[in-house]
């Protein structure tokens, strides 16, 4: 596509020279037709690219600084219904390279979405969208290697601790339970420990939820009974800090019931006997 120079392009200076009625009819034509340069990477020159980026030097973006009405936002919106996203499927679509650079620049910059929270109206448009989807990572279990899983608990540490952080999972962390450590065995240490926090003493009714089995030694393979105890997530929570003082009361605790299960045992013996 090159120009003689002197041409003057038919349209030059024409702008909204087009009537309502034609705009419409042209946008209604090509309602559902692909984009006229689908699929046609590459179909400038080398040399016609560089012209393009010259004459766009020192221009700024169209819409820089403005934003789209309303209007406008609609109809793009609009255009694109039933559309597929350029990059669907497209997984490693970008090299190395590119990738590099695209982290470097956006590193240090917060997130578009950074202390903003989505609006009700567009949580619902974006639940409404994903209707039916299948989540990315579903059926990808240790699909991360152990080094991203390593990267995720560093970048982790030290945030804040509590219930109301999402992140929270009561205590859980990227390393390896035990087998035996499974449900049944969980709810023998609930049962053993009356469904009661074994800190706060608030039963399981109270908070809702069930309670978490924590290992008193913090290793999570040590699935002796007297290794586990049950706590409310709160607890658990303050258990991650201090470890040297929790192990000390938590083994007396277990000590101590395994002392009285003795000595009910006993006194059982002393009735029949
Ligand atoms: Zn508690």
Sequence with gaps: MTFKKGYTPWNKGLTNHLSEES??????????????????????????????????????????????????????????????????GLTGCYSEETRLQMSKSAKGKPSHMKGKHHTDEAKRKNSEAHKGNIPWNKGKTNHLSNETLKQMSDSHKGQKCSDKNPMWQGGKSFEVYGKEFNNKLKEKIRD???????????????????????????NKKNNNINNLISLCKKCHCKANGKRDKWIALFELMVLYKSIRVTIRRGDTWLHNG
């Design 23 to 88: 705009r419409k009819k042209m946008s209604d034509n090509s309602k559902g037709l692909p984009a006229w340069n689908k699929g046609k990477t590459g179909v400038y020159s080398e040399e016609t690219l560089e012209a393009m980026g010259r004459a766009n030097k020192g221009r700024s973006p169209a819409m820089k600084g403005k934003k789209h009405t309303e209007k406008s936002k609609k109809k793009m919106r609009e255009s694109h219904i039933g559309q597929i996203a350029w990059n669907k």
């Design 192 to 218: 053993r420990d009356q469904h009661k926090c074994q800190i706060c003493f608030k039963s399981e009714c109270e908070d809702k939820t069930k309670l978490s089995v924590h290992h008193i030694d913090y």
